[in-house]
């Protein structure tokens, strides 16, 4: 009587590749690398309207990023804060992130079951926000972002670039922006 299913309380969220999904990637060879700086760090056309579009639609955006050259000692912590401050100021309707540090590369690191393709990040978004994975979808222009979003539960919409690399599971959908990504979840959500 009056209790409340817990998939009623829960909310859908979408959770979005950073580099080659909301901002402009660096390609070398093929494939992608995130910016160096805080100057390089580029928003592709359309993302603060596409994001808005999906807050509004009852979404909550949650930003899912390894950022291994943290990890590797390549990359100052600091340059992918201020990137993230950034982002945020540029994109108000993103309401979390959660970064992976972890370097990769078979070294044994605790955040390893946070690194993409595992779906720590996801996982524990989903804990502290109260989302439902099973109503959210997982954005990103990588293998691992699509495998993250299986292992977690969610719908994948993959952003194709061409990289030089193979997908290992099949996306819900391929699309080829981030705009025609929030289209395609607008018209299946």
């Keep these: 009587m009056g209790c409340a299913s817990p998939s009623t309380s829960l909310r859908p969220a979408i959770f979005l590749d950073r580099d080659g999904t909301l901002n402009r990637q660096v390609i070398r060879g093929g494939k992608p690398y995130p910016p ?15 994001c ?12 899912a990023t390894n950022q291994p050259d943290v990890g590797r000692g ?11 401050a950034k982002l945020r100021a540029l994109v108000p309707a993103v309401s979390h992130i959660e970064v ?6 078979g070294v044994d690191h605790p955040e390893n ?12 978004a989903a804990m502290l926000l109260d ?13 691992r972002d699509i495998d993250c979003g299986k292992r977690a539960g969610t719908r994948t919409v993959f952003i194709d670039f061409g990289y030089a690399e193979e997908l290992r599971e099949a996306p ?16 299946h959500h």
């Design 36 to 50: 160096a700086t805080v100057d390089e760090f580029e928003l592709f056309p359309g993302v603060p309207e596409a």
């Design 52 to 63: 808005a579009q999906l807050a509004a639609a009852g979404y909550a955006l949650v930003v």
């Design 74 to 84: 390549t990359q100052p912590q600091a340059v992918v804060d201020a990137m993230h």
């Design 100 to 105: 992976c540090y972890a370097p990769g590369q």
């Design 113 to 124: 079951r946070r690194r993409k393709p595992e779906p720590g990040m996801l996982l524990d």
């Design 131 to 143: 989302l439902d994975l099973g109503r959210s979808w997982m954005v990103g222009d990588r293998w």
């Design 172 to 187: 819900d959908y391929r699309v080829r922006s981030f705009a025609e990504a929030a289209a395609t979840i607008l018209r």
